[in-house]
């Protein structure tokens, strides 16, 4: 298996939008192309099942 140590970036499109996905060793973050914020989620949010606690609280911050 190769360990995850340096970030790996991925674009994806998701209807008309263009998203940056982000893999890295804290977690996973997805971002709009062209924008700096975006929703991260740690691994041990997912981990431990918190991960839709978690992106439901950062969305809500966020707008």
């Known amino acids: 298996m190769t360990k995850l140590d340096k970030p790996i970036r991925r674009e994806l499109a998701i209807g008309d939008k263009t998203y ?34 978690a992106a439901a609280l950062q969305g809500s911050v966020e707008k």
């Open 20 to 53: 940056t996905i982000t893999i890295d060793p804290a977690g996973v973050k997805v971002v709009e192309k062209g924008r700096r914020n975006g929703i991260s989620l740690s691994w041990a949010d997912m981990v431990s099942g918190d991960a839709g606690v």
